[in-house]
T-cell receptor
């Protein structure tokens, strides 16, 4: 899997927007950009993914740079429940079971202040 | 929606015993599942790929005789930690891709925390 780079930690205040950056300069043309988050003592949870265009869902938005070498996960209004480790991961899009393997980096620990 | 469930969520055992952890896909079939291990304050590390009806594929450095994986049905994979020792204490997590969609999301189990005394 291509490598991603994220800040180790970020801090936000409750009800404010949060922008979590991710650099992936070696991304290939067929790699999807995935974001997962992990709350304490739980398995990771899918947040959002995209390929080229910006994506929105009920949890977050994903802004993808035009050259696809970076992306930003946007939480529009952070809540205390959003405090977690956020992982930015690249996944290939070819068919086959091995393509579902995810390589986790250290992620970004998001702290949300009340 | 699609869910992956693990059991037990936590287990404490004595050194030398074997522990079995189950991973079930609910509402969907999974020919492939993945097992991860996570030590405190570290990221998830892939251990092995569980393949329905065939042998599991282990990542480099993971002992296949110690971590037995069985994927006997399309909805169940089991991980057995044999002759567990304190250094095997960890958070074990399974995941399964839902629907086979290219680039689609994976669903993770809740995790199973193993403590070996």
């Amino acid at each position: 899997d291509a490598k991603t780079t994220q800040p180790n930690s970020m801090e936000s205040n409750e009800e404010e927007p949060v922008h979590l950056p991710c650099n992936h300069s070696t991304i290939s043309g067929t790699d999807y950009i995935h974001w997962y988050r992990q709350l304490p003592s739980q398995g990771p949870e899918y947040v959002i993914h995209g390929l080229t265009s910006n994506v929105n869902n009920r949890m977050a938005s994903l802004a993808i740079a035009e050259d696809r070498k970076s992306s930003t996960l946007i939480l529009h209004r952070a809540t205390l429940r959003d405090a977690a480790v956020y992982y930015c991961i690249l996944r290939g899009s070819n068919s086959g079971g091995s393509n579902y393997k995810l390589t986790f980096g250290k992620g970004t620990l998001l702290t949300v202040n009340p | 929606g699609a869910v992956v469930s693990q059991h037990p969520s936590w287990v404490i055992c004595k050194s030398g015993t074997s522990v079995k952890i189950e991973c079930r896909s609910l509402d969907f079939q999974a020919t492939t599942m993945f097992w991860y291990r996570q030590f405190p304050k570290q990221s998830l590390m892939l251990m092995a790929t569980s393949n329905e009806g065939s042998k599991a594929t282990y990542e480099q450095g993971v002992e296949k005789d110690k971590f037995l994986i069985n994927h006997a049905s399309l909805t169940l994979s089991t991980l057995t930690v044999t002759s567990a020792h304190p250094e095997d204490s960890s958070f074990y997590i399974c995941t399964a891709p839902w629907g086979g969609r290219l680039g689609g999301e994976l669903f993770f189990g809740e995790g199973s925390r193993l403590t070996v005394l």
